[in-house]
């Protein structure tokens, strides 16, 4: 039935529909590719760096000095996603079907009456590369900006249906966190990991209320970047990092022991020569500021890409 279709699950696909839309609008503006190593061509014919103009760099990585979650290794940027395998919702309705004149009686809608499993999206933010004795604030929380944006006006439809569903907001907040970090990676670092889920749905009942159980199972097996990447199983009370178990930790969320939990990242070692391609401020930074130059950061030089 229809009414069966409000739990968390719809509420998600309205949201990657809206957010898909979105994305596919604004993405969809920017120049070809060949326009953008034009430009990155252009520049190294006449290497100037100036104010408001696209600047591409070369050199390592220098800062921040930032550990890893996953598996302590030092690096200068990180993002990372991290899932329960299995995660689950239920909410209840009543089951009271009396009308009166045809109007519906005593039928108070879904309620969200419970949340389980973990999915969050975290990373270390801006760093900075040297290149010919100038060191270089490198700023993946503009591109991030740009999507969240989008988000931002999907955030305004929904959230308030979410609130009255019972669903606690920082699970909503995460759930967007996520859609927000999936385009904006794969524009600055050519990120993709793509997640596989199952949908399954149980039913319950008693004294007049139905309980609906919406289960997920998450499957991550591959990531590719133009940085490092790479897929982590671990297991909750046996395997799971400290690191990760802090960052767990740190929004109130418990996991039984046993849980397999699915971290997927992408990150530059500490010192790891990239080059990186975007828009210089003026001011020692190198920022997103259109879909024309975007803003990257890769291990190779991006006119072969």
């Known amino acids: 039935m229809a009414s069966d279709n409000s739990g968390l699950i719809i509420f998600l696909i309205i949201i990657v529909a809206i957010i898909g839309i979105f994305v596919y609008a604004h993405i969809s503006k920017r120049v070809t590719a060949d326009k953008r190593k034009a430009l990155i061509r252009a520049f190294k014919a006449a290497p100037a760096v100036t104010k408001n103009a696209p600047v591409l760099v070369q050199g390592p990585a220098v800062s921040p000095d930032v550990v890893l979650p996953s598996t302590g290794e030092h690096v200068a940027f990180y993002s990372m996603f991290v899932f329960s395998r299995e995660s689950a919702v239920t909410d209840s309705r009543s089951a009271t079907r009396i009308r009166i004149n045809g109007i519906p009686l005593g039928s108070d809608g879904h309620r969200i009456e419970g949340v389980g499993g973990v999915m969050f999206y975290e990373t270390s933010g801006d760093f900075t590369v040297e290149a010919s004795n100038t060191r270089y604030l490198v ?3 503009g591109v991030f900006a740009y999507f969240k944006s989008g988000a931002d006006l999907v955030s305004g439809l929904v959230e308030g249906q979410f609130k009255a569903a019972g669903l606690p907001e920082s699970f909503f907040r995460d759930a967007m966190n996520i859609k927000i970090a999936e385009p904006a990676l794969a524009m600055l670092c050519g990120f993709d990991a793509p997640i596989v889920t199952q949908h399954t749905r149980s039913y319950s009942g008693s004294a007049g209320r139905k309980t609906t159980t919406e289960r997920t199972t998450v499957s991550v097996v591959m990531a590719k970047s133009r940085i490092d990447a790479r897929v982590h199983h671990f297991v909750s009370g046996f395997s799971l990092p400290q690191g990760v178990m802090d960052l767990i930790a740190k929004r109130g969320i418990g996991l039984p022991d046993r849980e397999e939990v699915i971290v997927v990242e992408t990150f530059i070692p500490l010192n790891r020569e ?3 391609f975007g828009t210089f401020d003026g001011d020692k930074s190198i920022v997103y500021t259109d879909s024309t130059t ?12």
């Not at 975007?294 to 890409?305: A, N």
């Open 294 to 305: 975007q803003l990257s950061v890769s291990y190779t030089d991006p006119e072969g890409e």
């Open 139 to 141: 700023q993946p929380s």
């Open 274 to 276: 990239v080059y990186v």
